[in-house]
């Protein structure tokens, strides 16, 4: 069964960047429609950014122009580059594969991974 494992969290300051990595396992990874989530304590997990087989990328408007996700097939990883960070984006992310009906998350495919922390704070 694929797995995910995902990467590089950290603490930054706000206004800083990162950029997390979702490494996965398998063969078949290019097929997967991929996204992050987040989730922060006490919420629930939201997605903020997907990309489809083909590239096509959407996002969060909370994170629109900020967070540019991205893919790697022959590596079977996807990023996410997080600039200009605020303190409202600390949570734990968590990437996974999507099931998709057109634009529609009807729900993800994966296990959950341990996701990565992210804490933005002066």
């Known amino acids: 069964q694929v797995q995910v494992v995902e990467s590089g969290g950290g603490l930054v300051q706000p206004g800083g960047s990162l950029r997390l990595s979702c490494a996965a396992s398998g063969s078949i990874f290019s097929i997967y429609n991929m996204g992050w989530y987040r989730q922060a304590p006490g919420k629930q997990r939201e997605l903020v950014a997907s990309?489809?087989?083909?590239?096509?990328?959407n996002y969060a408007d909370s994170v629109k122009g900020r967070f540019t996700i991205s893919r790697d097939n022959a590596k079977n990883t996807v990023y996410l580059q997080m600039n200009s960070l605020k303190p409202e984006d600390t949570a734990v992310y968590y990437c996974n594969a999507l099931n998709l009906d057109g634009a529609t998350v009807l729900g993800v495919l994966l296990p959950w991974g341990q996701g990565t922390q992210v804490t933005v704070s002066s």
């Open positions: 990309i489809t087989s083909g590239g096509s990328a």
